[in-house]
């Protein structure tokens, strides 16, 4: 392996490789590639950070946890909350920025904030010629090559390589609290999470552990705020099930981070699955898994599966408006079945031609998202 340390060395190794580069930022995500291994955890640090303007500038290797405790001493935070998915896979290492950026790794705040990828202001970025370029802006109103920004955000690797990103960045709330909805189905959950996603009290997580049947809803802001928000939710939701307060900050921070992270699933056997589908459809769906263990979150739009080592959970669930992510198995099911989803024809068109565009020799994460 090589962590290169400036974003010219980058550039460097890129432009003189002759044989296919595996990416890596901490190598926490468990995605396995062949190829050179190249990581950019060497390219770290906090190159601009402006509280007043929401503004941070870092180099795509720094690891998430320095941003976060940069931002708590000014009371914000990554409001898209990136999953750590070092317990569920049993990795090492320190995720990166780069890596949160390129996987566009979104938490379950997601329904309210946005994924990471509406965080994203601006890029630098090495591409499969060995050019740096530089796309984006500072601010949210810099729409200068504003797509092409969104577009990196979840390429994984295969397009370019990071090696800054900016970000807007956001107050943490002044307080949590979260109900606890417990006694129903999967069915009545999906309905639960909607009733409260669709009214007006500002909902900012909504999930379903279907191990312990129990919704559960969280609302974040200031005190006064939330109490009254949490109070008028109670009576809406009432009808679902017995609802219960939990009242801790601290403790409901503490369940949305095991959420995020799906640490239930974690040291427990059989293969790891990620559903993205219309929440509509997440009970017919769920119902069709034979999982051992289920949690729905996005208000039942992000599905996750633990089934049995060795599942085609593709095959098993047929046709859906959706895709089904392999995140935890062994190197054999992983070469069998890939970790993305098989995309149409017409969009693995385009989604073949980009990366003709970005990396013409084809030496970027090969064998990632179906690309060979």
């Known amino acids: ?47 601009l950070y402006e509280p007043g303007a929401l503004t941070l500038v870092v180099a795509a290797g720094t690891p998430v946890a320095e941003i976060d405790r940069l931002l708590a001493t000014e009371n914000q935070r990554l409001a898209f909350e990136p999953m750590d998915h070092r317990s569920l896979l049993g990795t090492a290492g320190e995720p990166t920025i780069g890596g949160v950026v390129a996987g566009n790794i ?29 796309n984006g802006g500072r601010v949210m109103k810099n729409v200068t090559g504003y797509d092409l920004v969104k577009l990196m955000a979840g390429s994984w690797g295969t397009l370019g390589v990071f090696t800054q990103v900016s970000l807007k960045v956001l107050p943490r709330a002044e307080t949590v609290c979260t109900l606890n909805i417990s006694g129903v189905g999967t069915t009545q959950a999906v309905r639960a999470m909607s009733t409260a996603l669709g009214s007006p009290f500002e909902v900012s997580g909504a999930a379903y552990d279907a191990s312990k049947d129990k919704v559960l809803i969280r609302v974040e802001g200031f005190t006064d705020s939330v109490a009254y928000r949490i109070g008028r939710l109670t009576d809406l939701l009432d009808r679902f099930g017995t609802v219960e307060t939990i009242e801790s900050a601290e403790d409901s921070a503490a369940l949305w981070r095991s959420i ?25 769906i769920a119902d ?33 408006d959706g895709h089904a992510t392999l995140i935890r198995a062994d190197a054999a099911t992983r070469a069998e079945l890939g970790m993305f989803h098989p995309q149409p024809a017409p ?9 003709a565009r970005f990396d013409p020799r084809g030496i970027f994460n090969p064998g990632l998202m179906g690309r060979t």
Do not use: H
């Not at 509406?118 to 499969?128: A, E, P, S, T």
């Open 260 to 284: 995020r992270d799906v640490e239930m699933f974690a040291g427990e056997p059989g293969d790891v699955w990620r559903l993205s589908v219309k929440p509509s459809d997440a009970p017919a």
């Open 1 to 47: 392996m090589r962590t290169v340390e400036t974003e010219a060395e980058l550039a460097g190794v890129i432009g003189a490789a002759n044989e296919p580069l595996a990416i890596q930022g901490g190598g926490t995500r468990g995605v396995r590639l062949s190829g050179d291994v190249v990581s950019t955890a060497g390219l770290s640090g906090v190159e």
């Open 106 to 134: 979104s938490g379950p705040r997601r329904i309210q904030a946005g994924a990471c990828r509406d965080f994203l202001l601006g890029v630098r970025y090495v591409d499969g010629t060995g050019t740096v370029i530089k």
């Open 288 to 320: 069709r898994l034979n999982a051992d263990a289920l949690l729905l979150d996005w208000g039942g739009g992000l599905i996750w599966a633990r089934v049995p080592a060795g599942s085609n959970l593709r095959a098993g669930i047929g046709e859906v």
């Open 347 to 355: 969009l693995e068109a385009i989604s073949a031609g980009l990366r």
